[in-house]
């Protein structure tokens, strides 16, 4: 059972920056395409991005692009999200997700079902 635990959520001002971690409970990360999603109040959820399993390409959201960097660290088995230029659109509840049988492509990795499993999810607030 593959586990996905999210962390560094919290209030952050407009402009500001703030990182995300998921913790994988897996084997080898590489074998996983990761992706973050997050879901606002009243708003469907949505990718923000992905890194594929294998050589690690990343996908990002047009939303987020040139703001957001998502790396992974495979000895940690962790996977991060650089969230920097932050506005009150990027407030959300925000999600891990990993899939193995997928491997992450250009064109279908915001797609939720694809991924099983999923975290938690962690609250990012941007608010003055």
């Known amino acids: 059972q593959v586990r996905l635990e999210e962390s560094g959520g919290g209030l952050v001002q407009p402009g500001g920056s703030l990182r995300l971690s998921c913790a994988a409970s897996v084997r080898t990360l590489e074998y996983y395409a990761i992706a973050w999603f997050r879901q606002a109040p009243g708003k469907e959820r949505e990718g923000v991005a992905c890194i594929t399993s294998g050589d690690g390409s990343t996908y990002y959201a047009d939303s987020v692009k040139d703001r957001f960097t998502m790396s992974r660290d495979s000895a940690k088995k962790m996977v991060y999200l650089q969230m920097s230029g932050l506005t009150a659109e990027d407030t959300a509840v925000y999600y891990c997700?990993?899939?193995?049988?997928?491997?992450?492509?250009?064109?279908?990795?915001?797609?939720?079902?694809?991924?099983?499993?999923w975290g938690q999810g962690t609250q990012v607030t941007v608010s003055s």
């Open positions: 997700a990993a899939d193995r049988k997928y491997s992450g492509y250009r064109g279908t990795w915001h797609r939720s079902g694809l991924y099983d499993y």
